[in-house]
Structure formats: structure tokens, C-alpha cells
């Protein structure tokens, strides 16, 4: 309820003082002409220099701009392959024609990279600009994200047909990442987990204008989280660029797309409005089905049953319910509709529409009241394996800019799936609720102080409030106290020391709600520009960063392999993950029962007894009694085994870390969420050589100090020699039955009467009376001759030792071989991976269950460093051909502990990215006719350490190429091809392999 009285009361704001600012407009028309053939430069940007007003070139050249500046006024226009010009306008009657001559422009105007329009040569940041004209001469139809692929210094991963990820310097993760990507000043990360989701992002081709991407740390403004840059997506408005659209796109894959963009603007420029539409489907790339057998089957396997609703149990799912035994939410036909036996996704649909409101009163203000609805499924992939994502994203926006003022409110809420299309992971196949939601208010004022250096200063606040509910099935026992607030305020100046010389400084102090202390993160900047053509740059950044709602508060079984026995429970940064002193090894399997002391290193033999023994003892005791000679024993056999534990030991059990097999001898916690600092350094250039040729260098440090690890928290006991348990139980439990005196004494007492006997019996049956038996006789006492006669208690005497002996002998044998067999059951039963585990206080207590405690390791003062370089270069060879290349170098990408360069880190780390890889490319555009473009992109090889997509990442060699024709003034026909030459490659191992992608694109401009 706080959260949408906040999004009423702003949301009301800044409507009402988006209306109260209306003023009287002049309307200014002109055209944008070549200079060398006075032929219309068609999508020329015009703008009214100091203010928001602008306006786009039609396919004539013409644009209408309405302002309310009074005259005179100067106005700039600009186009990709031009260089800029400025004009000045004194009267409304007056003619207008500006002729643009060919040549790089290096006067566009960027906002990202200090939030406030500045030139990009006066930015303090490394920049890259993709514009209308690069988005519609590009093989990347299939979704605007692709366009990133060839930007310097950005590592992209096309995950699957319909899923990719992106990250810079910070290095690669395949679930989250720590660049910000935002369109219109909305952020478009998944609220709870940092991730993007590029199914649900709702970017249309029809309705880019342009992509601003921006290289390095940029917390001091955008705050925690943002290490490695920004990409921010901007959107045509509906005034500047009215209009109605259409694309339709068909290819492999079974691909088909369709997109409508309608806008609308009144006369004076005061106000429009625009609707975008879109909906996609195709077929998914697919695994190897020989190469990836294994995994497909063990996908298969798991999901089996289809996917189950788990059930919860103390605000926790349960793990002890069997998957038979949950509530099925897919059946296995659903999830595997053309029943070829592989549960994988094998297609994926996406849906958005939106519509927006514009208001421009005056050159001073314009603001823009938006939402709509981003619906979509696809393949996510994490550390520990895949899943299927779906949802329906639902949000709004209201921002407005007045003079030096800019306000946002933007709410996003995801409903997480349903029960028809949840989200859930292979291997787990369990439904996982998602439902997320982000509230996020920004405001910010903007002003000159010409008296001071000529400085400009912008200050602002930030409010982001981040809410999740995952039903128990996620969050655990956190759901409904997992809020995750952030707090944000910012400082900015740029001061001008000369006309060649500025400096910009900024800080930033954010402060989260599940954290003690804030963070401050600063920046320094100094640009200097010999001339109008160069800019080099010194800057310095701190980020801040820290867990995801995700990594916080997550509490959830994260794979279980034998339900009810033993799993692997993941729990997050909320609070310290720690062991009570002393805490003993759970033994797996025994029901929360058996305990060894912590420093064992020898295993009992009393746990495979007390394992087997329910099994075994019926059998023996059955045994015992169907023998009449041992019958009488069953009585004492029973009382021997009532209380009996066997000594001894065999085999040995060492504690390892169950993730990546390293030795982990005793359980160490690890705290509670830290925010960690990245530091960079950055030396940059950005020039034009001559007024065709432009490049680009940086130069960069990156250190990173507070990382956090994926992995587990306490040890996971192994067992070695688990081969001779059976012998030696046996051998234990035989000798020790042997040697108790009860047993042995009841065989003595019960072999001596048998010895007796049968010495009786045979003196009977030899005729030796009975009156000699005690005392025996001499030789011929009986009958001349006669042998001597022993006493009968003598005769006994010197019989039953061996007697005695082999009746113990057989006894112990037929106990012993008892529990030889049931050890044999019991090795074939356990695994000897995981026969015990210390759990941390954080996992599920007394259940009977062994928890395998998994978590975020902390390690606050460790700190990893590289540096990097990013090379560009564009070649306008005329005013329709372009060549470009760029290339990027890491220092290194693997820190293994004990190797030269490791920074000490305790643990392997990696940037799962290549240490150098280069784009080559051309780009052809005839506005009235064809226009092509052809893009070369090479990656080295790499390993990765990303849990279950760890491995060797091979080179690449990719081309990508497109052709089109503008049939007419509104139609355009392209043909184009990714990976044209259909390379098989994965953007990690274990990922599906990707190939080919023709596409056919038909777009209508009405």
C-alpha cells in the first residue's frame, strides 16, 4: 500500500506540472540537404540548441520543429556520416537550407555517461553510439540486443535463439550481469535477480532511435551494481518522429515476426502519443543429442513425472516429498509436445505492447507517461543449470524534464509465470515462483554557474524499492521480509579550467536496507581537447557492489539427490552463514541419528552396522533357530546383538567442497552481505584524423575488491576404501561375537554335553561297562590284551577342544558372513561422495535430513586486478561506404592460486571472457536504393569456471551479413544472414549449439 500511495502521489506530480507549463509555440521549417549533390538527407536529426526540442528529417529532407524560444535562436543539424552544423534562425519566414558535408561527426550528443546531454567528445566516459541508420543496415534483425555484438569492449553471449546475455570488464557470469542496460531511463534488469532477460525486455527494431553504450565503473551516478557500464536504449518520440510502421520478418528456425509502431503528433509539436506492438516465435537451437547424451538424459530423467508444484512445508519447501508424490503442475507431454523424447525447450513466443503520452510545451520541458506489457519465455542459465523462464512483465513510467529539473517514476511487476507456463529448473523439476516487482523514483536538478570556472553541476536522488514473493519456493522462510531498498544521492560538477581543459567530479553515497553501513563511490575525470577533432581523457572510478534480492534472501533446496536423504540447500547473505562450535559430521542416510565427532578421520565401523543391522539380525536370528544344534543359542544370540556396537574402523573420510572438489577439512561461516569496490582507472582517446578516418583507444585498470563466492559453506565428507567395508565387518563382528564369554561359554557347555555323549556312546558300543567309565582300566584289565581304557571325563577332555573350536568357528563364520553380505548391500547403496556433512546454522534443523550447506563465501578484503585495452577505428571512404574495426585485449582472464600473477586470492577465479578478440566490418547505405553490411567477429578461446557450464569455450569465427533495397519511399526490403557461414559454437559449454539464422525482413513505413 506505501508503494502505490508513493506511485500516486509523483505519478500526479508530475502530470499536473507537465500541464501547467504550456506556452506558445513558433513553428521553424527547413531542409537538410549533401552539400556536394544537394541531394535530402532523409532522418537528419535537427535540434534547437539549449533546449528538448527537435525534430527528424522526412524522406525529403523537411523538417517542422515547434518552439517557444524566442527568435533569434540556433539550431544543429546532424547525421551519421556528416559532420554537424549549426545555423541561426532570426525570423520564421526565413529560408532554410543546411547542407551537411561529409564526415565523421564527433558533436553528437550523449546522455548515459553523466546523465545530462553533453557532446561525446566532452564526456568523461568511453562511449560507443549505435544509431537509427546502424539498427536498420544490420543483419541483427531477429532482436535489437544483437546490435551490441560488435561494440568494443562488450562480451556478448548468445545464449540460445531467444536468450542473450551481455557484460564488459567486470567479466562474464551467465545469469546476472554488472552492466546496467535501461531503455528511456528505465531500468530493464530483472528486479530480484540483476539478470536480463532479453524475451521480456520489450525492445522493438521499429522503435530504437539509437543505443548509447557506455564503457566502465559508472556507479558515482547509476549506483550499486553498475561496474561495467551502461547501455541505454532510447526510444523515437512520438513528436520528432510521427508515423506508422510495419515490419514482418520469416525465416529458418521457423521465425516469424511482426512488429507495428503508430505515432501520432499534433500540429504545434505539443504533444503525441505512439503504440508499439510485437510478437515473435521460432524454434530454440538445440543440444548435441551424442555430444550432450548424458545431459539430455539426465534432463529427461529428472523430468520424467513433468514439473511439480513442491510442497512447502514450515515456509520452506520440503525436500523429503517424493517427486511422485508433489502436485503436478506440466505433465511430460507438456513439456515435451512433440514427444521425441527431450524434455529441452525446443521453441520459444514473445509479446509486447505499449503505448506512451508526449507533452512538449515548451523548448524547456517535455515529459512522456508510459507502460505497457513485455510477455515472453525462454532458456535462462545459471551455475547450476538450466531452466525455463516465462512471464508476463508489466510496468509504467512517467518522467518529465524541465529546464535544469528531470524526474522519473517507473514500476515494473513480473508475474513470474503461471501453472500453464511456469518457471522452473531441469534438473530440479520443481516450479519456482517469481513474482517480482520494482518501484524506482529518481530526481535530479541540473545548473550552470558561468561564474565558477564555468562550471555545470547536476545533483541528484535516487529511491529504488525491490519486492519478490516466491510463495516459499525461493525465498523460504524470508518471504515477506525480503524487501530490498536502496537509497541513492549523487553529486556532479564539470568545471572548465580553459577552453581546452575540463574536469569533472562526482560522488555518490548509497546505503541498502539489509546492510549496516553505505558505500561512497567517487569519480574524477580531466578531458582535454587540443581541438575541435581530439579529446584525450584521464579518469578515475570507484563502483559499488553487492548481492541481488536474489542473492540475499534465497533459501531453497537447490538440487536434492536423494529426497528425504541428503540435498544441497542454498542459502543467502541476509545473515552470517556460521557452525555451531564444535559441530559434528552428520552421517547421510542415518535420519539425523548418527553423529561423528568433527575431526574423524577413520570411518566406524559401527555406521554400516548400524546401517544394516535392522536387515540383517531377522535373517540371522531365523537362521539360528531353523539349526537344531544352534536353536538353544538363539536366546543368547539375541541378547549379544541387543547391545552390541562393533569396534574398529575401515576406510577413510576426507571433507571437500561438494562444488569444486578442493579439500575442506572443518566447517568455516562466512558473514553476512558486504558491499564490495571496483577501482579504475582509464587513460582514453577519441579523434579524427583528417575528417574521414576516426579512432578510438582506452586504456584501463579494473581491481575488484570484495568478491563473493557461489560455493559451498561446510564440508561434504567423502568415503576412500569403501571396497573392503564388507570383509571387515564381517571379520569384526564374527571376532567379537566369538569372544564374548556368554556365547563362547554356552558353546562350551553345549559341545562338552555332545563330546560326552557321543564318548558314551561309543564305549557302549564298544561293550565297555558302564562301572569303568569314571574310572577307566589298564592295559588288560578287560580281556588279556585289552587296550587301557581312559576315564569317559578324560576321553571328553581331549575331544571337546576341538570341538569347541570349530563349533565357535562355524558359529562365527555364519554371523559374520551375515553382515559380510550386509555390508555389501550397504556399499552398494551409499554413495561414497556424500557420506556425511556439517550443516551451518542456516540450513533446516532436525529434520533428519543431511544438508549439504551452500551459500555466497566472502572474502572482503581480497582484491583481483587486470587491465585492458579497447581499440576502434571507422574509415569513411564516401558518403555511403564505411569500413570499421575495433579489438579488445585483457592483461589476463584465468587467477589460479599458487601461479605468479594469482593477487593471492584464496580461490580459482575467472572473467569467462576471451583475452582478445576483434570485429571487421563494412557498411554500404544508398538512402534511395540498396545498402549492405558485412561483420567479421573473432573471440579466442577461453575457460570458463561457471559451474555447469565450467569448461573450454572455443574460438569463434563468425560472419554476419545483410542486403536491402527500398523498393519505394515506404517500402524496404532486407535479406539477412548470423553466422553466415554456419559455424557450431556454444556461448558456454553444455549451452545449446548455435548455428545459422537467415531471416527475410519487409518493412513498411505509411
Known amino acids: 500500500m506505501k508503494t ?188 530480484a535477480s540483476g539478470s536480463f532477460f532479453a524475451f521480456q525486455s520489450g525492445l522493438s527494431n521499429l522503435d530504437i532511435e539509437r543505443i548509447e553504450i557506455v564503457r566502465g565503473a559508472a556507479s558515482a551516478l547509476y549506483g550499486p551494481g553498475v561496474e561495467s557500464g551502461v547501455v541505454h536504449f532510447f526510444s523515437k518520440k512520438a513528436i520528432d518522429k510521427p508515423g506508422t510502421s510495419v515490419e514482418l520478418i520469416g525465416g529458418n528456425l521457423s521465425t516469424l515476426q511482426g512488429a507495428v509502431r503508430h505515432a501520432y503528433a499534433n500540429d504545434k509539436k505539443t504533444f503525441g502519443f505512439k503504440i508499439n506492438a510485437q510478437y515473435k516465435k521460432g524454434d530454440e537451437f538445440s543440444l548435441d543429442p551424442v555430444e550432450d547424451a548424458q545431459f539430455l538424459g539426465a534432463i529427461n530423467q529428472a523430468t520424467a513425472n513433468g514439473i511439480v508444484q513442491p510442497v512447502v512445508k514450515n515456509n520452506r519447501i520440503d525436500p523429503s516429498v517424493q517427486p511422485i508424490d508433489q502436485i503436478p503442475v506440466l505433465s511430460r507431454a507438456d513439456i515435451d509436445p512433440d514427444g521425441d523424447g527431450n524434455a529441452y525447450l525446443n521453441e520459444y513466443e514473445t509479446f509486447m505492447a505499449n503505448a506512451h503520452l508526449e507533452f512538449r510545451p515548451n523548448d524547456k520541458t517535455d515529459a512522456v507517461i508510459s507502460g505497457g506489457i513485455n510477455s515472453g519465455n525462454g532458456l535462462i542459465n545459471q551455475a547450476q543449470g538450466p531452466g525455463y523462464a516465462a512471464g508476463n512483465d508489466y510496468w509504467g513510467q512517467a518522467r518529465i524534464r524541465s529546464g535544469g529539473f528531470f524526474g522519473q517514476l517507473s514500476y515494473t511487476a513480473n508475474d513470474g509465470g503461471s501453472e500453464n507456463a511456469p518457471f522452473y529448473l531441469y534438473l530440479t523439476a520443481q516450479r519456482i515462483i517469481t513474482k517480482r516487482s520494482a518501484l524506482d523514483v529518481q530526481l535530479q536538478y541540473s545548473f550552470d554557474t558561468e561564474n565558477f570556472l564555468d562550471s555545470n553541476f547536476t545533483f541528484g536522488a535516487d529511491y529504488r524499492d525491490i519486492g519478490a514473493d516466491s510463495e516459499n519456493t525461493l525465498f523460504g522462510i524470508n518471504d515477506g521480509s525480503n524487501d530490498y531498498i536502496n537509497y541513492g544521492v549523487y553529486g556532479q560538477g564539470t568545471s572548465r579550467f580553459s577552453d581546452k581543459l575540463d574536469l569533472t567530479y562526482a ?262 561297562p558302564e562301572a569303568i567309565w569314571a574310572t577307566g582300566a589298564p592295559a588288560g584289565a578287560l580281556f588279556p590284551g585289552s587296550p587301557a581304557v581312559a576315564p569317559v571325563s578324560a576321553a571328553v577332555a581331549a575331544a571337546a577342544p576341538g570341538q569347541i573350536a570349530a563349533a565357535n568357528a562355524e558359529v562365527a563364520t555364519l554371523v559374520g558372513g551375515a553382515f559380510v553380505q550386509g555390508g555389501q548391500a550397504y556399499t552398494s547403496l551409499i554413495n561414497t561422495a556424500a557420506v556425511g556433512v556439517i550443516e551451518s546454522q542456516r540450513v533446516p534443523q532436525n529434520d533428519g535430513i543431511a544438508h549439504i550447506s551452500a551459500g555466497y563465501r566472502i572474502f572482503d578484503n581480497v582484491t583481483r586486478s587486470h587491465w585492458g585495452s579497447d581499440l576502434s577505428m571507422e574509415y569513411f571512404a564516401t558518403e555511403k561506404l564505411t569500413f570499421w574495426g575495433n579489438a579488445s585485449w585483457l592483461s589476463q582472464n584465468e587467477w589460479n592460486p599458487g601461479e605468479e600473477n594469482d593477487d593471492d586470492l584464496p580461490f580459482q577465479d575467472f572473467l569467462n571472457a576471451p583475452r582478445f578478440k576483434f570485429r571487421l566490418g563494412m557498411d554500404y547505405l544508398d538512402r534511395n536504393g540498396f545498402q549492405f553490411s558485412l561483420a567479421f567477429q573473432h573471440d579466442d578461446e577461453f575457460n570458463s569456471n561457471q559451474g555447469f557450464y565450467a569448461g573450454t569455450v572455443q574460438e569463434k569465427n563468425l560472419v554476419d551479413a545483410s542486403i536491402g533495397y527500398r523498393l519505394s519511399d515506404s517500402v524496404k526490403l532486407d535479406l539477412s544472414s548470423t553466422n553466415l557461414f554456419n559455424q557450431q559454437y556454444r556461448a558456454f559449454p553444455n549451452m545449446p549449439v548455435i548455428g545459422r539464422r537467415l531471416n527475410l525482413r519487409l518493412v513498411f513505413d505509411l
Open 507 to 768: 560522488l555518490r553515497y548509497d546505503k541498502l536496507n539489509f546492510v549496516d553501513k553505505g558505500k561512497i563511490a567517487p569519480r574524477i575525470a580531466l578531458v582535454f581537447k587540443p581541438n575541435a577533432k581530439n579529446s584525450f581523457r584521464l579518469t578515475y572510478n570507484e563502483a559499488v557492489f553487492g548481492p541481488s534480492a536474489l542473492e540475499t534472501y534465497v533459501d531453497f533446496p537447490v538440487q536434492i539427490q536423494a529426497p528425504g536423504i541428503l540435498d544441497v540447500w542454498l542459502s543467502g547473505q541476509t545473515s552470517a552463514q556460521n557452525f555451531d562450535p564444535n559441530a559434528p559430521i552428520e552421517v547421510v542416510g542415518s535420519g539425523g541419528q548418527v553423529y561423528l565427532p568433527a575431526n574423524t578421520t577413520d570411518w566406524p565401523l559401527a555406521v554400516p552396522y548400524g546401517a544394516v543391522a535392522d536387515q540383517v539380525l531377522p535373517l540371522l536370528y531365523q537362521g539360528v533357530g531353523a539349526n537344531p544344534n544352534y536353536a538353544p543359542l538363539e536366546p543368547l544370540v539375541r541378547n549379544f546383538f541387543s547391545t552390541y556396537q562393533p569396534a574398529g574402523t575401515s576406510g577413510t573420510i576426507q571433507g571437500y567442497n561438494a562444488f569444486n572438489g578442493t579439500p575442506m577439512p572443518q566447517a568455516v561461516g562466512t558473514p553476512s552481505a558486504l558491499l564490495g569496490t571496483t577501482t579504475s582507472w582509464e587513460v582514453g582517446y577519441k579523434g579524427l584524423l583528417g575528417d574521414k578516418f576516426a579512432i578510438g583507444l582506452d586504456v584501463y585498470t579494473f581491481a575488484r575488491t570484495g568478491s563473493t563466492q557461489f560455493t559451498a559453506i561446510g564440508p561434504t565428507f567423502r568415503l576412500t576404501g569403501a571396497e573392503n567395508i564388507p570383509n571387515d565387518l564381517g571379520a569384526q563382528v564374527a571376532a567379537d561375537f566369538a569372544a564374548d564369554p556368554v556365547i563362547s561359554g554356552a558353546i562350551t557347555q553345549a559341545v562338552t554335553a555332545l563330546t560326552q555323549a557321543a564318548v558314551e556312546a561309543q564305549y557302549t558300543a564298544n561293550g565297555i
Open 4 to 191: 502505490k500511495n508513493i506511485f500516486k502521489r509523483v505519478f500526479f506530480a508530475l502530470f499536473f506540472l507537465t500541464i501547467q507549463l504550456t506556452l506558445a509555440q513558433n513553428t521553424i521549417s527547413g531542409k537538410i540537404v549533401d552539400s556536394e549533390n544537394q541531394e535530402a538527407i532523409p532522418g537528419a536529426n535537427v535540434i534547437v540548441l539549449g533546449s528538448n526540442t527537435g525534430a527528424v528529417a522526412d524522406f525529403d529532407g523537411n523538417f517542422t520543429l515547434n518552439t517557444s524560444a524566442e527568435l533569434p535562436l540556433t539550431i544543429e543539424a546532424s547525421y551519421v556520416g556528416y559532420s554537424s552544423k549549426s545555423f541561426e534562425v532570426t525570423s520564421l519566414d526565413q529560408d532554410i537550407v543546411i547542407s551537411l558535408d561529409f564526415g565523421q561527426n564527433l558533436n553528437e550528443v550523449v546522455i548515459s555517461a553523466s546523465r545530462r546531454s553533453e557532446k561525446i567528445l566532452d564526456a568523461p566516459a568511453s562511449v560507443s553510439i549505435i544509431s537509427t541508420q546502424d539498427i536498420e543496415n544490420t543483419a541483427n534483425v531477429n532482436d535489437p540486443v544483437r546490435n551490441l555484438i560488435n561494440i568494443p569492449g562488450l562480451q556478448f553471449q548468445q545464449q540460445s535463439a531467444n536468450s542473450i546475455n551481455f557484460e564488459m570488464r567486470a567479466g562474464s557470469g551467465v545469469f546476472g550481469t554488472s552492466v546496467f542496460p535501461i531503455l528511456d531511463y528505465r531500468f530493464l534488469q530483472s528486479p
